[in-house]
């Protein structure tokens, strides 16, 4: 018997293991939630779903984040890159030839809205974003719109993108049909306006680089969390299509 074999199993065996833990990570998997909102998907007590989201975050799996519309609400979400370092690692506990499968040809995610404030920073770098990793139709807009950033185009350059684009009115997408609307701040989760065919709502909930006095750098960090969050979204089954009006 290995000299491991009885130590049990790896800890995110154990953290995953439970089954409301498990359920709480497949809710923040599809996006951001605030306590009340884990509440209500799980039907389970407040104080029992804040003791598993604290051995969630002392395991580091779960980061919080506060709202930038209501600063007595927290935003809770789950890393999925080290899910999957973990995932991985839990893998080679078992066998060393044991791994993370990824597929070599991920879905292409089609039709998809990205939302902020202003459309100067976090929406036209996301959009640019999965387009240039996709080629998906991409669309950004905001509740607010601004002129585009000059540090949103300097970070996407980074990445060998050229950032294009005109700020966009919300209202001028909300009769568009999307398969996914992904909000990226949360002021503009608490605008949003129903749109045709049902597609699928998530929300990234990320702050405002342009309120950041780092400039730059902030924009740099914020790239970077979207570039990983997209790569995760392209590796996601894609909704049901939407109707054609």
């Given at each position: 018997?290995?000299?491991?074999a009885m130590s049990g199993p790896p800890?995110?065996?154990?953290?995953?293991?439970?089954?409301?833990?498990?359920?709480?990570?497949?809710?923040?998997?599809?996006g951001d939630r605030r306590v009340r909102?884990?509440?209500?998907?799980?039907?389970?007590?407040?104080?029992?779903?804040?003791?598993?989201?604290?051995?969630?975050?002392?395991?580091?799996?779960?980061?919080?984040?506060?709202?930038?519309?209501?600063?007595?609400?927290?935003?809770?979400?789950l890393d999925l890159r080290r899910c999957?370092?973990?995932?991985?690692?839990?893998?080679?506990?078992?066998?060393?030839?044991?791994?993370?499968?990824?597929?070599?040809?991920?879905?292409?995610?089609?039709?998809?809205?990205?939302?902020?404030?202003?459309?100067?920073?976090?929406?036209?770098?996301?959009?640019?974003?999965?387009?240039?990793?996709?080629?998906?139709?991409?669309?950004?807009?905001?509740?607010?719109?601004?002129?585009?950033?000059?540090?949103?185009?300097?970070?996407?350059?980074?990445?060998?993108?050229?950032?294009?684009?005109?700020?966009?009115?919300?209202?001028?997408?909300?009769?568009?049909?999307?398969?996914?609307?992904?909000?990226?701040?949360?002021?503009?989760?608490?605008?949003?306006?129903?749109?045709?065919?049902?597609?699928?709502?998530?929300?990234?909930?990320?702050?405002?680089?342009?309120?950041?006095?780092?400039?730059?750098?902030?924009?740099?960090?914020?790239?970077?969390?979207?570039?990983?969050?997209?790569?995760?979204?392209?590796?996601?089954?894609?909704?049901?299509?939407?109707?054609?009006?």
């Amino acid at each position: 018997m290995r000299p491991d074999a009885m130590s049990g199993p790896p800890p995110f065996v154990r953290l995953a293991g439970d089954p409301l833990r498990w359920r709480m990570m497949l809710e923040l998997a599809r996006g951001d939630r605030r306590v009340r909102e884990l509440v209500d998907a799980l039907g389970q007590p407040q104080n029992l779903v804040s003791y598993h989201l604290r051995r969630l975050r002392t395991a580091e799996l779960v980061t919080a984040r506060r709202s930038s519309f209501d600063g007595r609400d927290t935003y809770y979400h789950l890393d999925l890159r080290r899910c999957a370092d973990a995932l991985a690692g839990t893998g080679a506990a078992l066998h060393p030839a044991l791994g993370l499968v990824r597929p070599d040809h991920a879905p292409i995610p089609s039709r998809v809205l990205f939302l902020c404030t202003g459309n100067s920073g976090r929406s036209p770098m996301a959009a640019a974003l999965l387009r240039h990793r996709t080629g998906a139709e991409v669309a950004s807009a905001g509740s607010r719109p601004k002129p585009l950033n000059p540090h949103a185009v300097r970070a996407m350059a980074d990445y060998g993108i050229t950032l294009d684009h005109e700020p966009t009115h919300l209202d001028a997408v909300r009769q568009r049909r999307f398969q996914w609307v992904i909000s990226l701040c949360d002021r503009v989760r608490e605008v949003l306006p129903p749109f045709p065919g049902g597609p699928q709502l998530v929300h990234w909930s990320l702050p405002d680089p342009a309120r950041d006095p780092e400039g730059y750098p902030a924009f740099r960090r914020v790239a970077a969390e979207l570039d990983t969050r997209i790569g995760f979204l392209a590796a996601t089954p894609l909704p049901e299509e939407v109707n054609e009006a």
